[in-house]
């Protein structure tokens, strides 16, 4: 079974940016659809981004032209890059896996079994 990994997370200025990591381990990354969650204080868990094992991508609106998920299967490891963060980008940040050979992925957490520790973003002045 797969165990990612997280790291990145930080404190930022409004406008400025952050590319989170997901490292993982047990199992090679590609054959996994790999999505990247937050979750506020007092908000459920959203969907912020996902890349399947066929490299197809989906974004939330509210990130779109933003953020960028991509994944390096040499190194087994999935990033966001977030740029032009807000406030309201402040956030646990989750990284998650589910073993898919579907082209298309889910920004639905319900769909993922495996999860990393999650990793603060604040921006904030």
């Known amino acids: 079974q797969v165990q990612l990994v997280q790291s990145g997370g930080s404190l930022v200025q409004p406008g400025g940016s952050l590319r989170l990591s997901c490292a993982a381990s047990g199992s090679p990354l590609r054959y996994y659809t790999i999505g990247w969650f937050r979750q506020a204080p007092g908000k459920e868990r959203e969907g912020v981004s996902c890349i399947s094992r066929s490299d197809s991508t989906r974004y939330a609106d509210s990130v779109k032209g933003r953020f960028t998920i991509s994944r390096d299967n040499a190194k087994n490891t999935v990033y966001l890059q977030m740029n032009s963060l807000n406030p309201e980008d402040t956030a646990v940040y989750f990284c998650?896996?589910?073993?898919?050979?579907?082209?298309?992925?889910?920004?639905?957490?319900?769909?993922?079994?495996?999860w990393g520790q999650g990793t603060q973003v604040t921006v904030s002045s």
């Open positions: 998650a896996a589910v073993y898919s050979t579907t082209y298309f992925c889910s920004t639905n957490f319900v769909n993922y079994d495996r």
